[in-house]
């Protein structure tokens, strides 16, 4: 008879890695505060010091396997760090663009394309970007244009990528792109093809985007203009590569998950503070229940969220398919973390909007979890859809 662990060491063991990720992420964000990517923001420089020393400490290998020359660990360890990163005030959209590159290299590319795109990211030495959306499919990425064309053992890319953060950053970039148009495939998820693109390569232009939202990775509309591929560039199958990249979406949407989850902690924790001291009428503000109740609430939320989305990693290590219960974590992390903003910004009143609090600094990122790298619609639409078994509505 087969014993299994009970659910108390379960939930131990799931603690402990969460635990000790965090510790180890606690040394970085105390090195390297707040106030060094808010440094980093104002000079739009990439935070090359942070990234480094995180690499060098283990933490941008974990959920890399160590034969791949990582540090190990699972989507637990890896979302366990985005969120440590937020609560320490400095999350990074990398690590959600790297997390979510890495999953198809490593599942399937060739030995020699793990050496080369993915190893190296474990040290900081080499950056990933992503890139699927386009400015005409939008959402509805399937109804992508941008075309690679077989020439002999090569491929030649055109088309454009837009909101592709840290592009200017990245030394590679992975791009999926049709390899045979809609209209030659039975449906309309097939014919697309992974490709990882170095960003040395001739025919890339960048235009930088005017997006708002205060991280240290800025935003690029890319160009390609007969960008030729070698062969070796070519993740996995040709045409199978929405599949592939679907593998690695579902940690993204977690890694999304996590920052938000750290980061609506980071505000409520500023809310908190401030709402001890502030005494318009001579008792601190956090002790009328209109304010202590909306931030009371928001914790409540980001905690039920949080168990949700290590619900998740922990059922994506254990080899489960858990697509649902990851689109429902970044649902409710998303929407716990911008409650958590909201209440934040009414504890402080308005200084809420003083860039010196620092604080209406962190709303665009924190919205932009509810759209951005799915919007939320399309989460309520895959739980309507797939877990409810209603009829597509779109
Ligand atoms: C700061 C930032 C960073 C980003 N980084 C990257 C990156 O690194 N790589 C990358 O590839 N992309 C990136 N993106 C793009 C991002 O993933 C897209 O903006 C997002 O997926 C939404 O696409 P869209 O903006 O074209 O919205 P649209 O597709 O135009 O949708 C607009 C709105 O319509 C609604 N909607 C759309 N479709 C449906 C539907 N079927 N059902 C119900 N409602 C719907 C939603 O409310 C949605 O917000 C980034 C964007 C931003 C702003």
Redesign the pocket.
Known sequence: MSVSPSSDTVVESLASRIRTVQEATRGISERYPRSYILECIKDDRFPEEMWLAMGEQGLLGLSVPEACGGSGGGVVEIVALGEALALGGVPT?FL??TGLSRVPIIRHGTDRQIARFVTPTCDGSVKL???????N?????FNMSTFARREGEEWVLNGQ???????RDADYMLVIARTQKASEVKHRTEGMSLFVVDMKSPGIQLHLLN?Q?E?A?R?YQVFFDDVRLPAEALIGAAGKGAKLMFEGLNSERLLAASAALGLGDYVLKKAVAYAQVRQPFGKPIGSYQALQHRLALAKAELEAARLMTYDAAARFDAGEDAGAQANMAKLLASRAAAAAMDAAIQTHGGYAFDRDYDLITLW??IR?M?????????L??YIGEHVLGLPK??
Request: charged share 10%.
């Open positions: 959209l959600v663009v970007c992503f890139a699927i959306t386009e400015p499919a939008g959402t509805n990425s990528k837009v909101f592709i953060s840290g592009a997006v939202v991280t990775e935003q665009p990122m932009l509810e759209i951005a790298p799915i919007n939320n619609e399309m309520l639409n509505s779109y």
